[in-house]
């Protein structure tokens, strides 16, 4: 295992960790497992985003032990409400809901507390001019979490934070496609994968900007979405028009400036193990370059990423996990029995939604929800 520091962060951290978001709905024994797998290998921070107790009680169970052997970003504005992740900028909600995460980690400090999800000019002041981060700064200051770290698509208001000098740790969505979109374009329009040409094939200059801050101000990048949720992957999906290989979509984002972890979503031991290996992969298997440098004008439509910021669903739809069953059973040639069964035992499914676009706001990836959900029901039947 590679490990890397930064100016604000003295800490040795792996140059691989987890994204938690995918150990959610796994059994006690399988969460266990995971962290077993990635201790082994010498990963040692993990991002834990999600307020859903039972998930948040099984990594701390698996910790139990140990806690000093893996670093815990935990996320202060998100809640659990009637059963679904929602975002939340009350302070008396984030307050009780890091309480409980606190509790359900088995532990009394936090290494890095990140304040989620920041994307525009609007969530900028809704944290930072308020006691959201007076709050945090009070945590800190107290020793409840270490350091300060914020979540964001969007790198002109993630440079602000970078350079209001409040952050130690950003956490940003980094992959070889994302950073040839243009700096405004949401995390929604990414989806969609547009403007690529052997013209426009480049780097956009406020992502490179925001990496060159970051490293001159000393605060380390932890990246999430490297494998742009499976479609760089996949040729089918890949705006490349070709599968990356996960060594090289993890070798892109470290050779970023600033960067100092990637964080892809692992949900079993062999997840973990690819990863890890990536970092010893070859260099044939590392290689982007090759990628990019042939890269062609492309169109692919608007994708889910299945991160659940679109919820809570006032249909009490679980989102993501629709989106992910419908790409399932359109990736065979007939719908699997499995799929459809998993997807006929949801307590709510496409068919209860009431077209209020609520989940389209919250979407950071601009996904036409409304329309995924008719594609769903197409599908399903």
């Given at each position: ?19 938690g ?10 969460v ?5 797998a ?8 993990i ?44 302070i ?49 200051e ?9 979540s ?7 440079l ?61 990048i ?18 490349f028009?070709?599968a ?34 990536s ?64 997807y ?28 995924m ?9």
């Amino acid at each position: 295992m590679e490990y890397r520091r930064c100016g604000r962060v003295p800490h040795d951290i792996s140059a691989v960790g987890i994204g938690g978001e995918w150990l959610s709905g796994k059994k006690r024994d399988e969460v266990k497992s995971v962290i077993d797998a990635a201790v082994s290998s010498g990963m040692n921070y993990i991002d834990i985003f999600m307020p859903d107790p039972e998930v948040r009680s099984n990594i701390g169970s698996a910790l139990s032990g140990r806690r000093e052997k893996m670093m815990i970003q935990g996320h202060l504005c998100t809640v659990f409400e009637d059963g679904q992740y929602k975002r939340t900028r009350d302070i008396e909600q984030i307050k009780s809901s890091f309480s409980d995460l606190l509790t359900r980690l088995q532990t009394d400090y936090i290494d890095v507390g990140m304040l989620h999800y920041v994307d525009t000019e609007e969530d900028y002041a809704a944290v930072f001019d308020s006691e959201i981060i007076r709050y945090a700064l009070d945590l800190k200051e107290k020793g409840v979490i270490r350091y300060l770290g914020m979540s964001s698509h969007n790198p002109v208001t993630a440079l602000r934070a970078v350079e209001s000098g409040l952050i130690d740790i950003l956490m940003f969505s980094i992959n070889p496609a994302y950073d040839m979109e243009d700096a405004e374009t949401d995390i929604y329009k990414q989806m969609e994968f547009t403007a690529f040409s052997k013209e426009t094939c480049r780097l956009d200059s406020a992502r490179r900007d925001l990496c060159a801050a970051c490293e001159a101000l000393g605060v380390g990048i932890v990246v999430m979405k490297p494998f742009a949720a499976g479609s760089l992957l996949d040729a089918a999906k890949s705006p490349f028009g070709c599968a990356l290989t996960p060594a090289a979509c993890i070798s892109y984002c470290l050779e970023r400036p600033g960067v100092i972890s990637v964080l892809p979503g692992l949900s079993t031991p062999e997840e973990v193990n690819t990863a890890a290996a990536s970092l010893s992969a070859s260099p044939d298997e590392k290689d982007y370059a090759s990628v990019l440098s042939s890269c062609t004008k492309v169109r692919i439509t608007g994708r889910c990423m299945y991160c659940g910021h679109c919820l809570p669903c006032s249909s009490h739809i679980d989102i993501p996990l629709v989106a992910k069953l419908t790409d399932m059973a359109l990736a065979a040639e007939d719908v699997p029995e499995s799929v459809r069964g998993h997807y006929g035992a949801l307590s709510a499914n496409a068919d209860d939604c009431i077209e209020c676009g609520q989940c389209e706001t919250q979407c950071p990836f601009r996904v036409s929800v409304v329309e995924m959900m008719k594609r769903a029901r197409r599908v399903f039947g």
